[in-house]
Each structure stands twice: as C-alpha cells, then as structure tokens.
C-alpha cells in the first residue's frame, strides 16, 4: 500500500474473535455488559485474542436486527447490567424472577421485550428515589449536556414512540412527524411524556456507564474493540426522525427510493433492505458533519471500526419505494474519496475496516486503494471457483482483515456440509485436507495468511453447525438469537484457548500486552 493513501495502516499481525454480546451466556435472558462479559475478555486474553469483534450495540427495532436501529448513536438497554443495579438496590432478585425465566439457549425478543422494560422502569423509579445509589456510574446531568447533540432527539423519539404505542413515526400526528414540529407542538408538556424522555435518558446513562468500564476492562487486559457501523440507519429511526432533510425523503417525509444491493451470492431477487438512503449533496453542504458526529460517538465506544457496506460509497444501489424486491434498481454515484477525506480531518488517527464484499468494480478497487483502508476477505467465498479467487489465502494482501465467515454467513461447519461437492472437493484440495473438520482447517488458513488481522465467529471455535447460525439475510424470522451455554463457555476456557494461543505463537499473530503497540 501506497505512503501517500488517505490512512496508511501500520498493524502488526493479530487475530480477533467475532461474537455480539447477545450471544453472552446471563440469566436475564440475553447477554449483556457484566460478568459473562468481562469472563469473555479473560478468554481472549489467555487465548492471546487482540481483538473483541462486535455487531452493532444500537437498540433494536422491528426483525430485532443491530444492523436496523432505532438510533444510529444510542445503545441498547438490554445490554444492562442487572448485577450493579441489584448491589444497589434498585431491583431484587424477585424483581428479576420474570427475566430468569426466559430462555438461555436462544434470545427470545418477542418475550423478552414484555418482561425487561417494566423491571427497568421499576429501577429507574428507584433511582429516582435515590438518585446516590448509582454514584458510582458518574454524573447523569453531566452525561445528558456532553452527549445531548444525539441523547435528545433520541430519547424525545422513544418517548413519542411509547406515547403512540411504537407505531413508526410516519404514523404519528402530522405535528410531530420530525423533532423540529414536535418541539413546538406542546406534547412534551405531557407529564407522561416527558417523564419518558429522563427515563429513557436513564437507560442510556446506566449502559454507557457500564460499557466504559467494560471498555476499561479490556484496556487492562490487552483486549480492544471492534465496533460496526452500519452505513444506512432505520426508517423508523430517532435519525431519521431528528434530521429528513438528510435523506430522500419527499415534504410529506416519504421516501423516494430505498436501500438494497442487487442480486448476490445471499439472494437471488436481490436484498430489499427497506432503509432510507441519504441526501449526500446535503450532507456535503454541511461537510458531512452528521457523519463526523457518527465516527466520533464510535470511537468513543471502541478503538476500531467495521464500516459496513463501503461498496455504497462509491455507488449505491437505488430502488424504487414501492419496489417488492431489490431487482429494479439503480446504480447511483456515492460520495466517495471526498467523505474519507472529511473523516480523515476530523478524525486523523480513525482505525477503520471496509467491508467490502458484494459487487467489486474498478472503481470500488480504486476507492478502497486510495484511502489505505483494509478490506475484509471471507475465506467461505474462497473455493467455489479457481485460482484466481481473490478470498484465496494465496491471494489476500497484507493490509486486510480475513474472516472464516462473518455474521452473514453460515457457520464453518454449516457452510461446508450444505456447499456443493465441487467447492467442498476444492476445498479439501488446496487446504490438503480430509474435511473432517472443516472449522479448524479455515481457522488454520485465516491465521497463517499473509493478512494483518484473523478473525473467526466463535461458533467456527465451538465447531458449531447450522443451529448456531446468527443471521441469514433475506429471512425475515428467527435471526439473531443464538447464545452459548455456560459449559461452551467452560470449553472455550479448558481446552479452546490453549490452542489458539498456540496458533498465535506459530502463526505470528499473538497479541500485543502491557501497553505495546499494536
């Protein structure tokens, strides 16, 4: 890579694990930022693991996806920590009896979000009572003025969206189908409502808090963070919402065209994706000052960023509103070097990763080339055709950052059971393997590749099937969900993080500690 690239990267060899903290083994129902949390930094720490790979931590709307947000800066309140609560009294066991009932093998949302957020409206009237119980967390005011450019037009949406019983903003009186006309309408004089903005400014309080020292954690232990942010936000988002005249959106706030991306390995018809896409001469008016804001908030969470979808920088795919699947699009021109030159000002040591799979141009080629960014390979893509495929390990550059597979795809053990024999015969051929255990043999090929950065989902380590799959695109039910027990957990603790730390001393990826730079 070129010294004169946008960001030139100078990361030496490591390895990461990608798992959304959903997936945490709690009692409550779904993982979150606690014990189980901090016990899964110990694990990549003796595994000799650099890196925490995590989906997006936003809260999640319709289809429970962190990729379909209802703000594209807040964090969900699932991820709360109940223990420090409990220490400070705030709920009781009894409290949580409802929580502890939920499943523990699969995140169940539909109950879920029945049971959670009346047991957190019961700590947040607590709190209230006595706000010195949650000192420890910090300054809630000082927390609502530092992030209140974001934490306002978000917890002003939640509150209208609990007022109107969660139907999307579109469907809400015409005085208060954006923030501005809300503002004025004289609905947050409502005692309800507004009542509703502090608690769910509450909620964010307690989950920033606890992430930081989260966060902290891993600092001490050697571990960093891998965030994600997903280039398009919700339609029935607090973003969407806050600012329209950042989107194709008509006077009536109804969309013009929506996001997807043609045909693909994924879909044949295509995938809809239903989101808004942006206004971009508007956003260079204001020199992408809403997307600064964005890489800003994520890099106060975590210390490097997926950026999902790159290729809808360069262009993206436009498709009709009224469209029923993604064939009937357009290729439309992104913004391109010139956004990453704005990010590059505003934010001179920004550590990003392109996702940059799906259709590749030249074009596309160029961009990524010219800002210096890495691009991802998925070693899953590698052996369906010859030689000349670029996700062969033979063929990855240094700058990128290789995946077994990613939250998309299937896991190892899946993939290689449901692919056609020719790819499996490939596979079995190059890798000069019997295919008996197909996980092992794409993490052996992801950590001794040429590429800077390994990173394997931590179903391809449990050696997990299709049942641990976490999402397939183009299903609308049942993603999402999958968890690990407790005696995976002890598993990847006996046995799994002796050899990966072994592998990390063979292939040269062991992790740099104790202030080293990485």
């Known amino acids: 890579m070129p010294e004169t690239a946008l960001f030139y990267s100078t990361h030496t060899r490591s390895a990461g694990v990608l798992l959304h903290p959903t997936s945490l083994p709690c009692p409550t129902g779904v993982g979150n930022f606690g014990k189980s949390a901090r016990a899964f930094v110990d694990f990549l720490k003796s595994s000799d693991v650099a890196y925490w790979q995590m989906c997006p931590l936003g809260p999640t709307g319709f289809g429970d996806s962190p990729y379909q947000c209802f703000s594209a800066f807040a964090l969900n309140p699932y991820f709360v920590d109940w223990d420090t609560l409990l220490e400070a009294g705030l709920v009781s066991h009894e409290d949580l009896g409802a929580l502890y009932d939920l499943p523990h093998e699969r995140v169940d949302y539909g109950l879920l979000y029945a049971r959670f957020w009346p047991v957190l409206q019961k700590a947040f009237d607590a709190w209230k009572e006595n706000p010195a119980a949650l000192d420890g967390l910090g300054n809630f005011e000082k927390f609502c003025k530092t992030y209140e450019d974001w934490l306002k037009p978000y917890t002003c949406f939640s509150a209208l969206k609990r007022f109107h019983k969660g139907a999307p903003w579109w469907l809400w009186p015409p005085n208060q189908r954006c923030l501005k006309d809300a503002l004025s309408s004289g609905v947050f004089d409502d005692k309800a409502v507004k009542a ?172 990524l080339a010219r800002t210096g960014l890495p691009g991802m390979a998925v070693l899953q893509f590698a052996f369906g055709s010859d030689a000349g495929n670029l996700y062969l390990p033979h063929n990855l550059v240094r700058n990128s950052v290789v995946y077994t597979g990613t939250h998309d795809n299937d896991t190892s053990k899946g993939w290689y059971a449901s692919t056609d024999e020719k790819t499996r015969d490939y596979f079995r051929r190059y890798l000069r393997s019997a295919g008996d255990s197909p996980n092992w043999d794409l993490i052996h090929a992801a950590y001794k590749s040429v590429s800077a950065c390994a990173v394997v989902p931590l179903q391809d380590f449990l050696n997990l099937g299709s049942e641990a799959r976490f999402n397939t695109p183009g299903q609308s039910a049942g993603n999402w969900q999958w968890r690990f027990s407790q005696a995976q957990f002890d598993e990847l603790h006996t046995y799994i993080a002796p050899l990966l730390k072994d592998l990390a001393e063979q292939s040269g990826r062991v992790a740099a500690r104790d202030g080293q730079k990485e």
């Open 196 to 367: 509703d903005v502090e608690f769910f400014s509450w909620a964010q309080f307690v989950c920033f808090s606890q992430f930081a020292q989260l966060k902290d954690y891993a600092q001490k232990n050697g571990v960093r963070l891998i965030g994600d942010i997903p280039i398009f936000v919700a339609h029935d988002s607090a973003d969407t919402w806050g600012r329209p005249e950042l989107f194709q959106m008509n006077a009536a706030y109804e969309l013009t065209a929506q996001a997807g991306v043609p045909p693909d390995y994924f879909s044949p018809l295509g995938q809809l994706w239903g989101n808004p896409l942006y206004d971009w001469p508007a956003h260079k008016k204001e020199k992408y000052r809403w997307w600064i804001a964005r890489f800003k908030a994520a890099f106060g969470l975590y210390d490097r960023v997926r950026l999902d979808h790159f290729r809808g920088f360069e262009a993206y795919w436009k498709v009709p509103a009224d469209a029923k699947d993604a064939r009937k699009g357009v290729w439309e021109k992104g913004p391109g070097l010139e956004f990453f030159k704005a990010i590059k000002d505003a934010l001179p040591q920004a550590d990003i990763i392109a996702e940059d799979l799906g259709v590749i141009t030249p074009e596309l080629r160029e961009l």
